[in-house]
């Protein structure tokens, strides 16, 4: 046994410290490209992993510009994160300009894609909202898991563990929604949006989205699309209107006065809220966003 004043002795203390290693309390470095990824994956991650997100809360991942400092940020990265189905179009070019290392994850793999709407915009285009639908949500933290635990494999367990704890949040998550929209007559679901960005919450518990914006943030809707919507809204009588928070709220503002109906509020589409908001992760986004479409469609 060692005695008292050994362990006291300054050289000791120095030594044993000098035998640890030295990375074992560092949090694995990861990137996840958008605020609802990055949610998702510190989810799974918790302690034993630092997410950093590039796309922040009530930021547009559809145009971003990444800074120098991402670039940073993916180079010294383990892993990162990604939608993909077209959703970042500029994160092919930064993980290549950032020269890292890291192991780029395209949590989307294995998810069915939605074709984009055939009346609308991006005609050959898949649908990259896939978060929308709790189910395909299921499959994205599989995902992360198995990432996760094969570049630290030290945490492996913590990480499995994490994934199933959360997935069961998710099943709670989607049968409470499903119950809530069941008890809308189908002709009560139907709801107009800034931009297409709710087809897979749309299929996956049967309401009906109409935007005037595509699927992508980058095209400006057509005067065309605009008139067809106005004409829709005041035919059909719908009262559910929705800005977003990613998008200029002028265009649906202007949609809604020229057809006669009252802005519901704003959804979290793309993006989560600031943590003082209504929507910090994608629990809360999903439970505010179905809250805030009942109260609009009861009113159809
Ligand atoms: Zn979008």
Known sequence: MLSRRLLLSLPAVALFAATLPARATEPLPVVASFSI???LVAQIAGPAAAVKVLV????????????????KAVAGAKLIFLNGLGFEGWMSR??????????????????????????????GNVDPHAWQDVGNVHVMVATIATALADADAANADAY????AAYRAELDALDAEITAQVSALTPAQRRVITSHDAFGYYGKAYGVSF???QGMNTDSEASAKDVARLISQIRKEKIKAVFVENISDPRLTQQLATEAG????????SDALSPASGPAPSYLTMMRHNTKMLIAGMIKN
Not at 99 to 122: E, L, M, S, W
């Open 160 to 163: 499995k563990a994490r994934a």
């Open 37 to 39: 990824l990055g949610d």
């Open 261 to 268: 109906a009252t802005i519901g509020g704003a959804l979290y």
């Open 56 to 71: 922040g809360p009530d930021g547009d991942a559809h145009v971003y510009q990444p800074s120098p400092a991402d670039a």
């Open 94 to 123: 930064l993980l290549k300009s950032s020269g890292t290392k890291g192991k780029a994850i395209t949590v989307t793999q294995g998810i069915t894609p939605r074709a984009a709407a055939k009346d609308g915009h991006g005609h």
């Open 210 to 212: 109409h935007a005037p």
